[in-house]
Each structure stands twice: as structure tokens, then as C-alpha cells.
């Protein structure tokens, strides 16, 4: 079955992004394409890099830090809106 409501994004970051974050709607899935760092996924901390996938499920809190460039697989669409920043 092919999904019209799955979209791909590459991240690049040389840091991280700090802000934690909720996203209300989607189901978040990276993949570790290079590099490494780690997700603070509610109250797990988990290291990740090259060829690890990291799962997101709606409405929970995260946020992450590292060197690393990813492949972000969202489920459905993502619109800032969607997305509450603690």
C-alpha cells in the first residue's frame, strides 16, 4: 500500500536542537544517516549514530543534541502549528 501522507526531510545539525519539543500529530522517525549524538525521548536519554533509527511517537516530548545528519520520516505531514514548544 503507498501513503500520500508521509513526508521526508534531510536534517544537517552541528549542534542539536536544545528546545524541547512536542509535536501534537505526527509520528517522527530518524534515521541516523552520519555522526552521532543522542534523543531525549520524555525521560529516556538514548545515544544514537550512523545506522541507528530513532522512533518519536505523537505527544511526546523530545529533544536532541549532536553532530549528525538524518533522515526525518514524518507520518502524517508536519505543519508548525502542530508542533508546542515547552
Known sequence: ?????VEFTVIETEEGYE????????I???FILEGSGSFEIGDNIEKCSRG???FI???TAF???GK?????????WWFPE?????
Not at 549528525?68 to 502524517?76: E, F, G, H, T
Not at 502542530?82 to 515547552?86: A, H, M, V
Open 57 to 59: 511517537p505523537a505527544n
Open 28 to 30: 517522527f522517525s530518524y
Open 1 to 5: 500500500m503507498l501513503s500520500d501522507k
Open 52 to 54: 541507528d533509527l530513532v
Open 68 to 76: 549528525m545528519k538524518m533522515l526525518l520520516v514524518s507520518a502524517p
Open 19 to 26: 528546545t524541547k519539543i512536542i509535536e501534537k500529530e505526527c
Open 63 to 65: 529533544q536532541y543534541t
Open 82 to 86: 502542530q508542533e508546542e514548544t515547552l
